[in-house]
Structures are given as structure tokens and as C-alpha cells.
């Protein structure tokens, strides 16, 4: 069974204070790690997906990366509106559902 | 392009009544979704929709029904809630399941209340 772990759970950061989230996972034969935003409130949003390991993408203050057991979302000299829950999922080879890590939410301080 | 929109945004049932969540997607997506949001735990598929005509059970299908009333439209039915029913319900779509660009859009979610 597709397992996917966050953490922290939470992240509390100054205003340009860099960090990092990670997401570890145990799939058969990824098909996808997949990189959401959750606002309060509302559904998520899709950011990223990364296909291999060694793939980066990246959006603003956001980048992805992906290894053969985790992915870590950076977050680059944050902004308050970088506040968040942000969610990851993979998909499996032999699936046809993402399976969802339960988040980290992430409070940026002015 | 509204995306994916979902009604009612709140509900409050009492155990035991009926209800349908509504979904509609404007991207001419063939795959839909429908998710269940509980605190600590995570998205959980309840069904989904591969193509018009066709649904399939997800991880927890008990207590619900679906219809996939067109390529726009899928909806969830509750037919006797229960307090355990309390959640924030998602609806999603993407392009097709058997593709390898796979990624999901949700709607804004409904929120209900079993008391």
C-alpha cells in the first residue's frame, strides 16, 4: 500500500527565513509525487509534479525536488502570503488514486 | 473558467437524512473524484469516475452512492448520514486516468455537519 509521511507537522517561520518541508514515501512504481497548497478554508491547489528522482521544478519562492524516497519543498525567503497547508501525494504504478501525506502547515510571521 | 464548482458550500443534516452533493467541471476533464477531508488524516478517495458511464469505489466507499450525470457532472449521495459522515467533501477532475499527467483540481469543498 502507497504510504506518504509529512513533516513537520507544523512550521513556523520569519518573514525571509528560509525552509524546508518533506514529504518521504513508499510506493511501487511511481507514477507521480505531486506538490498541493491549501488555504483555510478552501481546496487545494495544484503546484508541481515531479516524475524522477533528481527532477526540480520550480514557482516564485517555491522549489520541488524529488529522490528516490522523498521530495523537500523549499521555500526561499518566504512571504506572510506564503501561509499555508501544503500537501503531497503519489501515485503508484499500479493505482489509479493519489494517495495523500496529511500536510504541513506553514506560518510566516511579518 | 470557473474549474471545478461545488454546492452546497455548508450543510447541517441531522442523522439519518439524505442529501447530494453537487460537482461541475468546465475543462473538459474525463476523470472526476470525490474526496473526503478529516483532520490528521488527509485527503481519502471515496469514488471516482475514469470516463462518462463508469464509477469505481476508492478507499472509503461506505455509506455513499455516485452518479456521473454527464462529462460535467458527478455527484455524492448520502442516503441515511451519520455523525461519522462529518467532513469536508472535495470534488476533483483531471484529464484521464490512464494518463501519466495526472494532476487533480479541486473545487472550493462542501462542508457538513451530522448531528
Known amino acids: 500500500e502507497d504510504q506518504v509521511t509529512q513533516s513537520p507537522e507544523a512550521l513556523r517561520l520569519q518573514e525571509g527565513e528560509s525552509s524546508s518541508l518533506n514529504c518521504s514515501y513508499t510506493?511501487?512504481?511511481?507514477?507521480?509525487l505531486f506538490w498541493y497548497r491549501q488555504d483555510p478554508g478552501k481546496g487545494p491547489e495544484f503546484l508541481f509534479t515531479l516524475y524522477s528522482a533528481g527532477e526540480e521544478k520550480e514557482k516564485e519562492r517555491l522549489k520541488a525536488t524529488l529522490t528516490k524516497k522523498e521530495s523537500f519543498l523549499h521555500i526561499t525567503a518566504p512571504k506572510p502570503e506564503d501561509s499555508a497547508t501544503y500537501l503531497c501525494a503519489v501515485r503508484g504504478s499500479n493505482d489509479y488514486k493519489l494517495s495523500f501525506g496529511a500536510g504541513t502547515t506553514v506560518t510566516v510571521r511579518a | 473558467n470557473a474549474g471545478v464548482t461545488q454546492t452546497p458550500k455548508f450543510q447541517v443534516l441531522k442523522t439519518g437524512q439524505s442529501m447530494t452533493l453537487q460537482c461541475a467541471q468546465d475543462m473538459n476533464h474525463n476523470s472526476m473524484y470525490w474526496y473526503r477531508q478529516d483532520p490528521g488524516m488527509g485527503l481519502r478517495l471515496i469514488y471516482y469516475?475514469?470516463?462518462?458511464?463508469?464509477?469505481d469505489k476508492g478507499e472509503v466507499p461506505n455509506g455513499y452512492n455516485v452518479s456521473r450525470l454527464n462529462k460535467r457532472e458527478f455527484s455524492l449521495r448520502l442516503e441515511s448520514a451519520a455523525p461519522s459522515q462529518t467532513s469536508v467533501y472535495f470534488c476533483?477532475?483531471?484529464?484521464?486516468?490512464?494518463?501519466?499527467?495526472?494532476?487533480?483540481?479541486f473545487g472550493p469543498g462542501t462542508r457538513l455537519t451530522v448531528t
Open positions: 469516475s475514469a470516463s462518462e458511464g463508469t464509477t
Open positions: 510506493v511501487s512504481g511511481l507514477r507521480g
Open positions: 476533483a477532475s483531471s484529464e484521464a486516468i490512464q494518463e501519466n499527467s495526472y494532476e487533480q483540481y
